[in-house]
Nanobody, 127 residues
Framework: HVQLVESGGGSVRAGGSLRLSCEAS????????VGWFRQAPGREREGVGSIYRGSGVTKYDDSVKGRFAVSQDLTKNTVFLQMNSLNSEDTAMYYC?????????????????????WGQGTQVTVS
């Protein structure tokens, strides 16, 4: 079982930046595929990006491409979501999610049902 804890959310003015962290703990038997998702009030949950920790390969939704970047700390079980040029449309609760995945698997935020473990979320508000 894997536990995920997000941190780094907060309030920021439009045009500003935030960096979210997602720390994983527990028994991890294979490299994690980690996705970042967000949900605004009254809207569907949407994926924004993902990283496969085994290779470092990242994927991004078009809505955040060029503004958001997913990275990892190889010395720790931590993944980051760097968010730049934030606007009001980015206001949402942000979640990280993970699933252990052996090499060759398909790791992508596009498939939220793929992810077994979810964090509690961290709020991002852009005004």
């Amino acid at each position: 079982h894997v536990q995920l804890v997000e941190s780094g959310g907060g309030s920021v003015r439009a045009g500003g930046s935030l960096r979210l962290s997602c720390e994983a703990s527990g028994i991890i038997r294979a490299p994690l595929c980690v996705g970042w998702f967000r949900q605004a009030p009254g809207r569907e949950r949407e994926g924004v990006g993902s990283i496969y920790r085994g290779s470092g390969v990242t994927k991004y939704d078009d809505s955040v491409k060029g503004r958001f970047a997913v990275s990892q700390d190889l010395t720790k079980n931590t993944v980051f979501l760097q968010m730049n040029s934030l606007n009001s449309e980015d206001t949402a609760m942000y979640y990280c999610a993970a699933v252990a995945m052996r090499s060759g698997g398909y790791c992508s935020y596009v498939s939220p049902s793929l992810f077994l473990y979810w964090g509690q979320g961290t709020q991002v508000t852009v005004s």
